[in-house]
C-alpha cells in the first residue's frame, strides 16, 4: 500500500508515525505528494489534493489522518492506539479531539504566514488564532499529568506531539515553550521515540 505526504505536514506526520510504531515500514510506501501546485499529477490520484492520503492494494483509499491512523493500527489485529487503560472512559477522545482543534488552528494560522504575502494578511484573523493557540496550550499545560498523556502510547499523544514537537515556533514569532515548561517537557520526551525524532518538520519556508 502507499502513503502520500508532505515532510511538513503535521496530518501525515501522524499517519508515519503509527507505521513505525507499529512496525508496518515493510508494508507500506511513503511517497511525497505535490500538494499546492496547479495541475500537480497528484490531483489524479487524491481529488482533495491533501496529505496524508492512502491507497491500499485493491485500489480503495482513505483520507483523512484519523481514518488512516486508525486503519493502520488495526492491521496487525491488536489496535492499540485508541485505549488509554489507565483513564477513565472517554478521556482519551476527548484529549485527542481537544488536541485536534489546536491542530487545526495553528495550521490555519501558520498558513497565512507560509502561504500569504505580508501585504495581505488579516490581522484580525491572526489575532483570532493566536488567541485560541495561547488558550489551548495553556490548558495543555494543565493537562499534562491526566494518565491518558502519561500512559502508553495513543492517539491523543501522536496529535498533541505531531503538532508541537519540531515547532517551538508556531507562528512568525510566537515561542510557546517558555511559559509552559511541563508541557515543554513533555514534548521533548516523546520527542525522543525514533518515529517522532525521525519525522520531525524541516523549518518552514516564510512567504
Ligand atoms: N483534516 C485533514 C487535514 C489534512 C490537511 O490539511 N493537509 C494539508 C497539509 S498539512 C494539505 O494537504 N494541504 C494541501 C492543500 O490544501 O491543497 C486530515 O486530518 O488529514
Not at 491512523?69 to 488509554?84: F, I, V
Amino acid at each position: 500500500m502507499k502513503l502520500y505526504i508532505t515532510p511538513g505536514s503535521p496530518y501525515a506526520r501522524m499517519a508515519r508515525v503509527v507505521i513505525q510504531e507499529k512496525s508496518l515500514e515493510d508494508r507500506v510506501e511513503i511517497i511525497q505528494a505535490k500538494t499546492r501546485t496547479e495541475n500537480s499529477p497528484y490531483y489524479d490520484i487524491n481529488p482533495s489534493g491533501r496529505v496524508p492520503f492512502l491507497l491500499l492494494d485493491d485500489g480503495r483509499n482513505f483520507e483523512e489522518s484519523s481514518l488512516i491512523c486508525r486503519y493502520l493500527d488495526s492491521l496487525d489485529g491488536n489496535p492499540t492506539l485508541e485505549s488509554a487503560p489507565d483513564a477513565p472512559e472517554w478521556e482519551l477522545p476527548r484529549l485527542e479531539s481537544m488536541a485536534r482543534s489546536m491542530l487545526d488552528g495553528i495550521s490555519l494560522w501558520s498558513r497565512e504566514y507560509t502561504y500569504r504575502p505580508a501585504e495581505i494578511r488579516s490581522d484580525f484573523f491572526i489575532g483570532h488564532e493566536t488567541a485560541r493557540a495561547i488558550r489551548m496550550l495553556d490548558a495543555f499545560d494543565r493537562e499534562i499529568d491526566n494518565p491518558v498523556l502519561t500512559g502508553p502510547l495513543n492517539m491523543a499523544q501522536v496529535t498533541l506531539a505531531c503538532t508541537l514537537h519540531g515547532r517551538d515556533e508556531l507562528a512568525d514569532g510566537f515561542e510557546w515553550r517558555g511559559e509552559r515548561p511541563k508541557l515543554a517537557a513533555w514534548i521533548d520526551r516523546i520527542g525522543e521515540r525514533p518515529s517522532f525524532a525521525s519525522t520531525k518538520p524541516p523549518p518552514r519556508k516564510p512567504h
